[in-house]
């Protein structure tokens, strides 16, 4: 093709001023008479001569240019009679703003005020059903918004308070109630968008209903909807200012984000975690995130590895750390794209499993169901690669970073069953690092040193720490033995005097705390009987009956051995939960300290008054609570049965700290 002569550049600059010159004269013209037919089609012959066009300041039709936007802005976008525009004036606008000088100018001449004002009336009164493709309105309407849409676009910062003033997202919330899917999910992209771009978007939008009309998308289980829904609501409570325009998080959201767990797509899957591990902000919400049964479905997702559905490999390349994910890509292997783009959307979702299983083990009773529910071998199984390819894949580390995160969140501070689970589990070297990485650290680049030490370790001595190790750790769902019709599932703690075991009666799934005591271990007293050189004993026989004491329930031998059965309490000591609050930098409410002090006044009243029973030993490692802040009182082995006749006792027995001035003194003490 011959290059273009100085005289072609002439002939078809000149037809383009006559085109640019003869639309806004005919508009003008146009306008008298009210001929919408004609206008489309002077405006289309426009679109169709500039639609390549990004450039018109500077040029000689700049002028015409001009004019052409005033009068869209004017005397369409802002006429009096507020009519619906036709769509190539959309189009036609999309244009022009391509310059951003002319965007600057349709900003000071209230454009977008016109674009609302044509939002509403195409939304509100046009068709108020979208979702009819058979309508030729709704088609006509559709593609109106979405002209609209693209629009709004992306403004930067020097637009962004006009686009506000405009009220405008009022107007983009509004459209969310259509059911025109292709639409729809473009109005929730630009939300996406608008949000990320900017903290004002954010705020502006959660002022409006769009938490409720977000939920309300979820019903239509289109997928697509379904996926970019879920990852708005995610966006919107990651936000720290959530609380401030809801205070706090319905049951019936959580709710709906744990039902979501069961969904078979991972990318809905991973925004409806993410969407619960932003609600565990406070103890409250982490213990109805637990009572919705979301942890052992999140449990049962790190578990799960072939039911899930993907989405279409993302645009976004592969995240190998090495030299061979440029060669993979220029081969355009497809079925390559494929495999890489599902691992990670696989290992992105288990990431935020993960993420919310350490946000819910900031509870103390959160943290002993995971646990109890075998999650400490679950999420270890995690850290160990396939193969050596895996441990180059980007997700896949990350992954990692979380497991070691998530089980240094849930590593008990005084719990030494529990401790000697990441003993065993953990080589000495990893296991430093485990510990130096401190109590509840969120960054994740808290974990690259134990991590990266973690992938150092040759394939084959990670498979034997695999089979050596880790498999200590899994707990057997047999009990390990019996103790009369007792089967003992795991030891819960142990002392001088004996352990406490975690059991249940045969063909029964009803856990209780099974105390034994080895009388070797007690000393001899040939004036007094068996009974009562065991203080526990007379507390058994004088049948305490109250809510906030420990239950107990049989006193049995056997083997020389005495076994008493007791309730098994669910939850952590006052010490531990103390220590939890401190290491969050989390406080106790006043209502919550009135109500443990209450229930253990009046748990303290019974026994004194009622069955003459004094503790001797209360202490924070004594009292038991469960999420609620139900007390329970235990441990009555210093306790004290009163004889009838003696009104004082002498004995100084206790722990110091805790210790009355009568006992510090030794003095003689009464209740």
């Known amino acids: 093709m011959s290059r273009m002569t100085s005289n072609d550049r002439i002939k078809r600059n000149a037809i383009e001023r006559h085109i640019a010159s003869k639309t806004y004269q005919e508009l003008e013209r146009i306008d008298k008479v009210n001929d919408q037919k004609l206008e ?3 405006l289309k012959q426009f679109n169709s001569q500039y639609s390549n066009q990004t450039k018109f300041v500077g040029t000689s039709d700049q002028k015409y240019f001009l004019n052409i936007l005033h009068f869209l802005i004017k005397k369409r976008l802002l006429a009096p009679t507020k009519k619906a525009v036709i769509s190539s004036t959309f189009y036609a606008l999309r244009i022009l703003l391509r310059e951003y000088e002319f965007l600057l ?38 593609n109106a918004l979405g002209d609209i849409l693209i629009l709004i676009g992306s403004p930067d910062h020097a637009e962004q308070d006009s686009l506000i003033s405009s009220n405008i997202i009022a ?14 999910n473009e109005t929730l992209r630009l939300i996406l968008h608008m949000i990320d771009k900017s903290e004002l978007y954010m705020n502006e939008f959660l002022q409006s209903e769009i938490i409720e009309n977000l939920l309300h998308l979820l019903e239509y289980k289109d997928l697509e909807t379904t996926q970019l829904s879920f990852h708005l609501l995610a966006t919107f409570f990651s936000y720290p200012g959530i609380h401030q325009y809801i205070p706090r998080i319905p049951d019936d959201y959580l709710y709906t984000f744990t039902n979501y767990l069961n969904h078979s797509n991972v990318k809905v899957l991973e925004h409806a975690i993410w969407c619960l591990a932003h609600c565990a902000a406070n103890e409250d919400e982490r213990r109805r995130i637990r009572l919705t049964g979301a942890i052992p479905l999140l449990l049962s997702l790190l578990e799960s590895g072939e039911r899930f559905e993907y989405s279409s490999p993302s645009t976004k390349t592969n995240r190998i750390q090495s030299g061979s994910s440029t060669a993979r890509q220029t081969q355009g292997d497809l079925e390559e794209t494929k495999k890489y783009s599902e691992l990670d959307q696989f290992y992105d979702m ?19 169901t995971i646990i109890e529910q075998n999650g400490i071998y679950i999420l270890a199984v995690l850290l160990f690669p396939k193969d050596k390819e895996l441990q180059r894949l980007e997700t896949f580390i990350h992954l990692q970073r979380t497991v070691f995160k998530t089980l240094r969140f849930l590593y008990p501070s005084n719990e030494n069953h529990h401790r000697q689970q990441y003993k065993r589990l ?12 401190g109590y509840f650290q969120r960054d994740p680049d808290a974990y690259r040193a ?32 019996y103790i009369r019709d007792y089967g ?29 005591i080895n009388q070797r271990s007690l000393k001899a007293d040939t004036d007094r009987s068996l009974g009562d050189m065991i203080s526990e004993v007379s507390i058994i026989r004088a049948k305490p009956r109250h809510p906030n004491i420990v239950s107990y329930h049989q006193l049995f ?21 103390l220590v939890l609050m401190k290491r969050t930098n989390q406080t106790i409410s006043k209502e919550n300290i009135w109500r443990v002090f209450i229930q253990l006044m009046l748990a303290l009243r019974y026994l004194h008054k009622e069955k003459g029973i004094v503790h001797r030993d209360l202490t924070a490692n004594n009292i038991m609570l469960d999420d609620e802040y139900r007390v329970k009182i235990t441990d009555f082995g210093l306790a004290k049965l009163r004889d009838d006749n003696s009104s004082k006792m002498t004995s100084a027995v206790g722990t110091l700290y805790y210790a009355c001035p009568e006992i510090i003194q030794h003095c003689n003490y009464n209740e």
Not at 353 to 363: F, G, P, V
Request: aromatic share 8%.
């Open 557 to 577: 031998i056997e083997n020389d051995n005495i076994y008493v059965r007791m309730e098994l309490i669910v939850g952590s000591t006052l010490q531990e939960h």
């Open 450 to 481: 134990i991590t990266h030490a973690w992938n150092a370790i040759p394939l084959d001595e990670l498979n034997q720490i695999k089979t050596e190790r880790l498999l200590a750790i899994n707990p057997k769902q047999e009990p390990t033995r």
């Open 426 to 437: 953990f080589p000495p070297n990893i296991f430093e690092l485990f510990v130096g990485a």
């Open 350 to 368: 288990q990431s935020s499993c993960c993420n919310c299983l350490a946000e819910l083990s900031c509870d103390n009773t959160n943290r002993q």
């Open 105 to 142: 100018v349709f900003i000071e001449e209230n454009g977008l005020l016109g674009l609302k004002q044509q939002m509403d009336i195409y939304a509100h009164y046009l068709t108020p059903n979208l979702s009819d493709s058979n309508n030729e309105v709704s088609c006509v309407t559709s």
């Open 171 to 184: 107007s983009i919330t509004y459209l969310l109630n259509h059911r025109h899917f292709p639409f729809l």
């Open 488 to 516: 003992v599932y795991e030891c819960l703690g142990s002392g001088a005097f004996g352990s406490v075991y975690r059991v249940a009666t045969r063909g029964s799934t009803t856990m209780y705390a099974l105390k034994e």
């Open 40 to 42: 489309e089609n002077i």
